[in-house]
């Protein structure tokens, strides 16, 4: 096929393909279609690292290592070359509460979120001043987000009690997906019913805030307060933390679910030892969503990581998902 009919996404499956018959030639010529038509940046870097893994031309690494996106391959080129880190907010208020607005009402943030279409970068940016509390600082890094065009990555660290004592990985790997999910803003509903910060779908909150955790008069909009939040993520992921051992396959279990995570990595075809694992595996998993979700999980849980003090290496952690005695219970 010739590239220059084809573009974006669609070239790039394609390469992925191409990759598959074993023509890495015409793979890599559409990965460079795809990443000249991709608007995204994280895809861009994602097709330019799949031009390296085809030549093993470090110049395509150094690009990847002076993208200014925090994404796995901007984080791999940066702990194979080295160079500047990535550039990241951390806001961290002293103020705990924000005064005459409710933080756990989602119609409130649904019509707050809507007045962020009208603004400027000016008004935006005093707006979300507003917002500079311990507990409404998912809607501050909206409002600056909408201020900065989207360009600046906020890393939100929101303190509760549920987060004390707890180890550094589970901290930030909570953080890691309270970030994809919402932002860290606490009464957001998406699409499909998932209800809160860290977006549990009610007939699961029902399972673990009656029957596991034995709330008293437990309610789904409880699931719209911060600490609740947090302490349903950390009893969710000692269930999952039994069977997963990787925070790659713990966010698609997070988001897919355990089942589809099983079925995925126990493929005979799937993060075993090869010649582009286990990025292409990475690639294949079915599930866009679910695809792109780990991506981006697995990207926030190494910079938090570093933020809480504990540096791990993206390149290791790739390293280990064709080590099933590192990862996973399933296939041991």
Known sequence: IDPAVTEKSDAFTLGLNAILLGQDDIAFSLFARAKSTFERAWQRDNATFWQYQISKNESFLKELS???????????????????????????PSKQNI???????????????????DMNATQASEFAMRF?????????????????????????????????????????MIYALARQESLFIPSVVSTSYALGMMQFMPFLANAIGKKELKIPNFDQDDLFKTDVAFKFANHHLNYLDKFLYHP??????????????????????????????????????????????????????????????????????????????????FRN
Do not use: C
Request: proline share 5%.
């Open 66 to 92: 002076l993208s200014k996106d925090a994404n796995i391959y901007s984080l791999y080129a940066r702990d194979i070359i080295g160079g500047e880190p990535l550039e990241v907010v951390v806001p961290r």
């Open 99 to 117: 005064e005459n607005f409710d933080v756990s009402d989602p119609f409130l943030w649904n019509k707050t979120a809507a007045l962020a279409k």
């Open 132 to 172: 500079y509390t311990n507990e409404s600082i998912g809607a501050y890094a909206y409002f600056m987000q909408k201020a900065h065009g989207w360009e600046k990555q906020y890393f939100l660290m929101p303190s509760s009690p549920e987060l004390e004592g707890i180890s550094t990985e589970r901290k930030s």
């Open 248 to 329: 790659l396959f713990t966010a698609y279990a997070y988001n897919g679910g355990i089942g589809f995570t099983k079925k995925v990595i126990t493929r005979d075809d799937m993060f075993k030892e090869g010649k582009f694992e286990p990025f292409l595996s990475i690639e294949l998993v079915p599930v866009a969503e679910t695809r792109n979700y780990g991506k981006k999980v697995l990207a926030n849980y190494v910079i938090y990581m570093a933020l809480n003090g504990s540096s791990i290496k993206i390149s290791q952690l790739f390293e280990n998902l064709t080590k099933p005695a590192l990862t996973d219970k």
